[in-house]
């Protein structure tokens, strides 16, 4: 009997090589696109910051077991501006009245009402437009990753 052996380790390093490079440039890839993304949504676009404090709270944050990657705020401010708000009253919590600025002129009431806002949907809007680049991002990835790894 004749027996032909192929060995296989080439083909396995190159595979090992190709997938740790194809971790590391897709997870670069999405952090970029993240990255960009949160500069979209926080670059007055979609609101008028007076504190910087909404905007500071995005926060890009990679997966610990996974090549994902997520673009996060904590703040409630956030969630009211993307989905609007309710009509609402607003009451002083500390003080006997409220105050506030309208055409120069200081005005002082007990409680208002709010109109409700409009959504802004920026998390919708972004993610949708944010998903063919992060794609595109990791297609330039896999053909870094496989020069990377002596596959072409």
Known sequence: MLTVDIDDSEVRRAGTSFI???SLESRRALTAEAEATRARITGGTYWTSRTGKTAQ???VEAGIETLGVSLTSGSK???FLND???AHAIAPRKASVLRFVANGRSI???RVSHPGTKPRRFEQIEA???EP???TGVEAAAALAAQRAGLG
């Open 108 to 110: 002082f009431a007990r």
């Open 128 to 130: 949708a437009s944010a």
């Open 84 to 86: 609007g708000t309710k």
């Open 20 to 22: 740790s490079a194809l």
């Open 77 to 79: 401010v956030a969630r």
């Open 57 to 59: 709270s995005f926060r």
């Open 133 to 135: 680049r992060a794609a």
